[in-house]
């Protein structure tokens, strides 16, 4: 382990919401469910390299073969977007607890929202009860929720790189910030526009001790490349990271297509093993190693693009940094989703649907591959398996009772849910047909209950019985206006739909949040709504923005336009849904920050924007103190 310290239910529902007519009604007609032996499973397997000469030849073999004129596919570089735009296309990348008091109980204050309890997820915010600690802008701080105030903050070195995406995880008195930045891009040679491919990105991890007055770097790790997600189970952090060939290709603006493709072809043939291997580093105090991705720890399928390898590194958040027990696959990785005992990435292989001609050919397949990380050392490759479509996020994949369940949409617009077991990831069930024109914009599966949306026009909500995992089964159907982007499941059968309203003709009006009673599956209603018009919330796209705090169902969003940037809070009790009130955060130099996340600790809302923490009342809404960064 590297040191870096710090019985099923008889009845299973999935509730699908799709796009039809508006109005009620009946159950429709289910679409069929495919038998097993309709569904015969790829074979997919890992293979180790023989050597670094047979990992060179078999990536620059597959490289050769995927790459286009303007560059590999699904890449997000695109050598004709830097030839006219003057520059790289921007890309969301998205303990010790003696030397101070024990945490409170768990109840006492909010952690992250998470998929699955128990698998912790990077955020901008994190809090144990006894502090609370962000990082926004590069600065690392930490509040005392007691005495309301600062008590430390801490400028982490950016040297020449930019940073892109920053988060951070908690565990006793060390904070892990994770960060992934862009390096500085190579000049361009005038004759022939020449770029490195992706940008040049660097995944950099920071470990903090926070015991002492003021909180102190105490160890560092750097790998080419940018986080796709991470995970953390207990102590231990699983970190997905995608890197990509650091190969320069040129463009000939007067070239033809067939001349570029060779030009292309014949950099990848120069190109040796450092061109194509991430390079890592790792600082302890006084104390430096480094050195390039092992050979030996690179596995691949018997199909991949050559122009990323997929690596998980693990660590324990509080000690020395190493290489990061590496596993790493040739292949993408565009989702995450881990419930605490297995991790499964997601490759959705866009780069087999691009042709060489720029159009786009056959539904992908997505790739899912899954990995053991029961115990705390490197984790352990179990299968792989596939779906066919794309999957819009991790809480479209959930495993239950030995089956997981994935719910995609392909190019034609029509969804499908699967269902693989676990063992092996060999497809047992499915059921397709769903919201035909139509694309999936939310899913959630929790526990023997799913929920899935698409839209166009309007929302029916479509309940499954996955009771037999290999024949789903629709049940029920209810259509609305507009559409939910986030849903969050209660107790005493309730959903909470955090959305869009929409017209009838699907134009949208502004952010809606729901309550449904999906207590009768043959039967879902909408009980309570709450509209605010002209305005979204970043919990649509990013559920780290949603807190529900059961003791007292108090629901907070935040909420941009309609207005000032507020924090939204609503009441949930029962099927009623009420407004508390909304918060903002105090103008600076003539705007309000945006309020981005909330927490509870001890009774109190803490509200946190890129400019500062608030402290209120969640009674009155009332601001009980203003820390500006």
């Not at 597959?62 to 596919?73: I, L, N, Q």
Request: aromatic letters at 6%; charged letters at 20%; one cysteine or more.
């Amino acid at each position: 382990m590297t040191k870096a310290r710090g019985g099923a239910l008889a009845l299973v529902a999935l509730m699908l919401v799709s796009g039809c007519t508006a109005g009620g009604g009946d159950p429709a007609p289910a679409p069929p469910a495919s038998p097993a032996s309709a569904l015969p499973a790829p074979a997919f397997r890992l293979v180790a390299f023989d050597s670094c000469a047979d990992v060179l030849a078999g990536l620059k073999k597959a490289a050769k073969e995927s790459v286009t004129p303007w560059g590999f596919p699904d890449s997000g570089w695109d050598v004709r977007t830097a030839v006219f735009a003057g520059g790289p296309r921007e890309q969301g990348l998205a303990a010790r607890t003696d030397s101070v008091a024990k945490a409170p109980p768990a109840s006492d204050y909010s952690g992250t929202n998470v998929h699955e309890a128990g698998a912790d997820e990077p955020d901008l915010v994190k809090t144990d009860g006894r502090r609370i600690v962000t990082i926004t802008g590069g600065v690392l701080r930490v509040i005392d929720p007691h005495s309301r105030q600062i008590t430390a903050s801490l400028h982490l070195e950016r040297g020449q790189s930019q940073p892109v995406a920053s988060s951070l995880l908690l565990s006793g008195d060390r904070a892990m910030v994770l960060l992934t930045e862009w390096l500085p891009a190579p000049a361009a040679p005038n004759a022939r526009m020449s770029f490195a491919p992706w940008g040049d990105t660097v995944l950099r991890l920071v470990t903090v001790d926070l015991a002492g007055t003021a909180p102190a770097v105490v160890g560092s790790y750097t790998m080419d490349g940018s986080m796709v997600d991470a995970r953390q189970v207990g102590a231990t952090a699983r970190i997905v990271v995608r890197s990509r060939p650091q190969i320069q290709f040129s463009y000939r603006a007067q070239g033809t297509d067939a001349q570029r493709l060779r030009d292309n072809q014949r950099t990848i043939d120069r190109s040796t093993i450092d061109d194509w291997l991430p390079k890592w580093s790792a600082t302890n105090g006084a104390s430096k190693q480094g050195g390039r991705l092992d050979c030996g720890a690179v596995r691949r399928p018997d199909s991949f693009s050559g122009s990323s390898l997929l690596t998980v590194l693990s660590f324990d958040i509080g000690g020395e940094y190493d290489a990061g027990e590496p596993t790493t696959i040739a292949a993408d990785g565009d989702l995450v989703y881990s419930n605490g005992t297995s991790l499964y990435v997601a490759n959705d292989q866009q780069w087999r649907g691009i042709r060489r001609d720029g159009a786009f050919g056959p539904d992908p397949e997505t790739v899912i591959y899954r990995f053991d990380i029961t115990g705390n050392g490197a984790p352990r490759y179990v299968a792989a398996g596939s779906v066919l479509g794309s999957v819009l996020n991790q809480y479209a994949m959930s495993e239950f009772d030995g089956h997981l369940r994935v719910a995609v949409t392909n190019n034609a617009n029509v969804s499908s849910v699967y269902v693989l077991r676990a063992g092996d990831l060999a497809r047992v069930g499915m059921v397709g047909g769903l919201g035909k024109g139509e694309r999936i914009y939310s899913v959630r599966f929790a526990g023997p209950v799913g929920y899935v949306v698409t839209f166009r026009q309007t929302d029916p909500l479509y309940t499954l019985d996955l009771s037999k995992p290999s024949a789903p089964a629709v049940r029920g159907e209810l259509k609305i206006n507009g559409y939910s982007a986030y849903l969050h499941p209660l107790d005493g059968g309730r959903l909470i739909g955090v959305g869009q309203d929409a017209d009838s003709s699907g134009r949208v009006r502004g952010t809606q949040v729901s309550v449904f009673d999906v207590s009768d599956l043959a039967h879902p209603r909408r009980v309570s709504q709450h509209r605010i018009a002209n305005s979204f919330s970043e919990a649509e796209h990013d559920p780290h923005a949603f807190l529900y705090w059961p003791p007292t169902g108090l629901l907070v969003v935040p909420v941009t336009g309609g207005g000032p940037e507020t924090m939204l809070a609503l009441r949930v009790s029962g099927s009623s849904l009420t407004e508390v009130g909304g918060l903002k955060h105090p103008s600076t130099n003539g705007y309000n920050p945006t309020p981005r996340r909330s927490l509870i600790v001890s009774g109190t809302l803490w509200t946190v924007s890129e400019d500062g923490i608030q402290a209120t009342d969640p009674n009155t809404m009332r601001s009980q103190a203003w820390l500006p960064f």
